[in-house]
């Protein structure tokens, strides 16, 4: 596992973004992972930059989601579809038809992710995986105690996320959904490379147990340390528990 510390959340962004880029340009049909939440808001402006200034082509590209609420119409303003398409799809070149992401409006769910992992082995598999970590240590909606090797499926959301998660929905937790569709450990530990982004001392736990602690179903996020190219892009701040000594970015 190569672990960078950064400044802050912009520079993470940015090296995050320049880890994007470089494997787009060797391989402009990329298959990306994307993920959702506050972390990799600034990787996605970074690239929204670099497709508007700098030309970034999207236009091959096909993104798999990791996850989404059951319940939420697509165009509920707090589903992940309206948060893919506000803060990147919209804005980029990519072509609709090479966007995945779960629904969770369907009625056979059980079917759903059998398609959503049998989609992403038809498109050669993910060979970029951006990740965000929640404070409980999961990946994806891979709450504690979920299976190393798990794929695609629902999973019932634990307290701490839908806590977390209350404040995009007016501070109401009864209002966050209790389910989520998810790609599993298994399938997340299948992409070819990983970027795992954390910024803000509520990480810092959850990255010392994942950086420095046991692997452990209870700790989902410390299934990386098996990839043989997993990369962790924190802030000072996430990292401020990490004991060992490791690579720093200065950008
Ligand atoms: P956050 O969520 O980026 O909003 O902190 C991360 C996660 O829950 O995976």
């Known amino acids: 596992m190569r672990v960078i510390i950064v400044k802050n959340y912009d520079s993470m962004s940015k090296l995050a973004?320049?880890?994007v880029k470089e494997e787009l340009l060797k391989k402009p049909d990329l298959v990306l992972g994307l993920a959702t939440g506050s972390t990799p808001l600034g990787?996605?402006?970074?690239?929204?930059?670099?497709?508007k200034e700098e030309g970034l082509d999207f236009s091959k590209v096909t993104t798999f989601n990791l996850d989404e609420y059951i319940g939420l119409p697509k165009d509920h303003p707090e589903s992940y579809h309206t948060f893919m398409w506000e803060n990147l799809f919209k804005h980029i070149n990519i072509n609709p038809s090479n966007i995945y992401i779960p629904d969770?409006?369907?009625?056979?769910i059980k079917a759903h992710c059998i398609w959503y992992e049998e989609k992403i082995a038809e498109k050669g598999g993910i060979d970029l995986q951006i990740l965000g970590i929640g404070r409980d240590g999961h990946i994806g909606f891979n709450e504690p105690g979920s299976s190393l090797a798990s794929r695609t499926r629902i999973k019932t959301l634990a307290r701490e996320t839908r806590e977390d998660n209350a404040r995009f929905f007016g501070g109401d937790i009864n209002k966050v959904p209790k389910y989520a569709i998810t790609m599993g450990i298994g399938t997340?530990?299948?992409?070819?490379k990983l970027i795992l982004l954390a910024s803000g001392v509520?990480?810092?736990d959850a990255i010392k147990k994942t950086v420095e602690g046991p692997?452990?179903?209870?700790v989902p996020a410390s299934m990386i340390q098996i990839h043989p190219r997993a990369i962790v892009i924190i802030d000072q701040e996430a990292a401020s528990l990490?004991?060992?000594e490791y690579e720093t970015?200065?950008?």
């Open 17 to 19: 973004a320049k880890f």
């Open 43 to 51: 990787l996605y402006k970074e690239l929204i930059r670099m497709h």
């Open 104 to 108: 969770g409006t369907v009625e056979d």
């Open 188 to 192: 997340i530990i299948e992409s070819r």
């Open 202 to 204: 509520n990480k810092r």
């Open 215 to 218: 692997i452990t179903a209870m």
């Open 242 to 244: 990490l004991e060992r």
């Open 249 to 251: 970015w200065e950008g």
